[in-house]
């Protein structure tokens, strides 16, 4: 408990971040201490329509996320000629035409329109 207490703290969270080279979750920390570009992050954190990651489980759920990542590991693998490119637009169509679990979504039953939805996906 006392390790997240500094480390939310702003005085972790400025002794720590510049360090990573990422920006405090918190909105009071002295940017003066960030560099230039972590400085323009920061701006654009608060600014800035945030777009969720792939790869961090926020945007698709982890059976959709492995099926795009198959899809993109295949087609590195590929000639990547128009072949390649058609059976990668196949394999990234896959995990769109999978049911989508009620608990998500009980508005549509296929990915395609539940993605249509302005609704954020759940991982």
């Given at each position: 408990?006392?390790?997240?207490?500094?480390?939310?703290?702003?005085?972790?969270?400025?002794?720590f971040?510049?360090?990573k080279?990422?920006?405090?979750?918190?909105t009071?920390?002295?940017?003066?201490?960030?560099?230039?570009?972590?400085?323009?992050a920061?701006?654009?954190?608060?600014?800035?329509?945030?777009?969720?990651?792939?790869?961090?489980?926020?945007?698709?759920?982890?059976?959709?996320?492995?099926?795009?990542?198959?899809?993109?590991?295949l087609?590195?693998a590929?000639?990547?000629?128009?072949?390649?490119?058609a059976t990668?637009?196949?394999?990234?169509?896959?995990?769109?035409?999978?049911?989508?679990?009620?608990?998500?979504?009980?508005?549509?039953?296929?990915?395609?329109?539940?993605?249509?939805?302005?609704?954020?996906?759940?991982?």
């Open positions: 408990m006392d390790w997240l207490t500094v480390a939310a703290s702003k005085e972790g969270q400025e002794a971040n510049p360090l080279g990422s920006i405090c979750a918190r009071d920390c002295d940017p003066k201490l960030f560099s230039e570009y972590s400085q323009g920061a701006k654009d954190w608060l600014s800035s329509t945030v777009v969720g990651s792939l790869m961090h489980g926020v945007v698709a759920a982890p059976a959709w996320a492995t099926s795009i990542g198959t899809a993109i590991g087609f590195q590929s000639a990547m000629d128009a072949g390649a490119q990668f637009q196949t394999h990234l169509l896959l995990p769109a035409n999978q049911t989508v679990p009620a608990s998500r979504n009980t508005k549509s039953t296929n990915f395609m329109k539940w993605a249509a939805h302005s609704e954020p996906p759940i991982s």
